[in-house]
């Protein structure tokens, strides 16, 4: 038999919960201390749907932590090592957020709303507290708080006809990572050409929890006949294309630059970041660690719920962090933190699975 969640006042309910459990959710995760559905038919059979239809994707978890005020943009600077200089009103970024020790505390997608207002839309860490903490610290001009906004993720290759059937033609102007606001029922909320899969789709920000389920059932019956259904983040789906998952692939103990984001970072430049120090010998010297491509040879592994071990006769080289058999692509996926002294593409090493000891090859890049 399975164990329950317990429900509580400290796991909350999300406005689109309705209709996630009469869709037939099968499992759930606690994300920012909310449900987050993990398993709507079978991870595959979501898997296989995510790729050729469209889904609705309850994603309110991704909690927005809101900067308000003449130091907004101060702010946002000093918690990224990435340059946001010339970021403009309407623009979404991908930006690491690091500690005074360059350590990665959450790899949120900030939402520029303003000059002087900022949505930090944030994965599975109480970012809020460490920002209010800064802020306060600083005597900054700016208020920081948790606004009534959940996210909800249109994805797959027919989203953007579904989006079109809601919202108007219109949707389909938005650049990838760009947001515009859209009317619905007499609110404007704002929708992002984005999300966690690399299928292609929307993110849109409900502010409102009243307005939740009325959006839900809009979707769904505007989607009857391009075979819409609830779905959820896909873990095959993921790790074929090198989406990381804070607090799974990586953590504070991990500089941007292990995770392979230095991309994303412009140290150099990024003035005010408090990690930027930290962060500038990592930046010239480079990481002696680094996220890699896993390809896992041999039978379908478990489920990945802590760090495997990788080996090199005898000596660990590594982790998997994450991992799951790919149906399209006929071997197990994975994601890995790898010593750079073993980290070359084509590199054969040994994974401590709880199935046993599977050989595996260090890839170039990732599956999709």
Not at 118 to 125: E, F, K, P
Not at 204 to 211: C, K, L, N, P, R
Not at 254 to 263: A, D, K, M, S, V
Request: hydrophobic share 40%.
């Amino acid at each position: 038999m399975s164990a329950l969640i317990s429900p509580s006042r400290r796991l909350r309910r999300t406005p689109f919960s309705e209709g996630v459990e009469a869709a037939g959710a099968k499992a759930y995760t606690v994300y920012n201390r909310m449900l987050l559905p993990t398993v709507f038919r079978s991870v595959e059979e979501d898997y296989h749907h995510l790729k050729s239809a469209v889904q609705i994707w309850d994603v309110s978890v991704e909690r927005q932590v809101e900067l308000r005020g003449p130091d907004a943009g101060r702010l946002m600077q000093m918690l990224t090592p990435r340059d946001l200089r010339g970021m403009l009103p309407g623009q979404c970024y991908y930006v690491p957020i690091v500690d005074e020790t360059g350590g990665m505390l959450n790899d949120p997608v900030a939402v520029k709303l303003a000059e002087d207002r900022w949505w930090i839309s944030i994965a599975d860490s109480d970012l809020l507290l460490w920002v209010k903490g800064v802020a306060w610290g600083l005597r900054l001009d700016v208020l920081v708080d948790e606004p009534d906004v959940s996210p909800l993720a249109v994805q797959g290759p027919k989203a953007e006809a579904l989006m079109t059937r809601v919202f108007g033609d219109s949707v389909t102007d938005l650049r990838f990572f760009r947001f515009g606001w859209f009317e619905f029922e007499g609110r404007s909320h704002v929708v992002a050409r984005s999300g966690y899969s690399k299928q292609g789709g929307f993110e849109i920000y409900v502010e409102g929890s009243d307005a939740g389920m009325p959006m839900w059932n809009a979707l769904m019956e505007a989607g009857r006949d391009l075979d819409v259904h609830a779905g959820c983040p896909n873990l095959i789906e993921r790790i074929e294309g090198g989406l990381l998952s804070y607090g799974n692939d990586m953590d504070k103990n991990n500089t941007p630059h292990e995770c392979g984001l230095g991309r994303f970072c412009n140290t150099e430049t990024a003035i005010g970041c408090v990690g930027r120090d930290a962060l500038l010998r990592v930046s010239r010297e480079g990481p002696v660690r680094q996220i890699r491509p896993i390809e896992i040879h041999g039978d379908a592994v478990p489920s990945c719920d802590r760090p495997w071990p990788i080996m090199d006769d005898g000596e660990q080289v590594g982790q998997v962090t994450s991992a799951a058999w790919s149906p399209d692509f006929d071997v197990n996926v994975g994601i890995g933190m790898v010593r750079m002294t073993h980290w070359k593409a084509g590199t054969d090493l040994d994974v401590v699975t709880p199935a046993g000891v599977q050989v595996a090859t260090v890839r170039e890049v990732f599956w999709n």
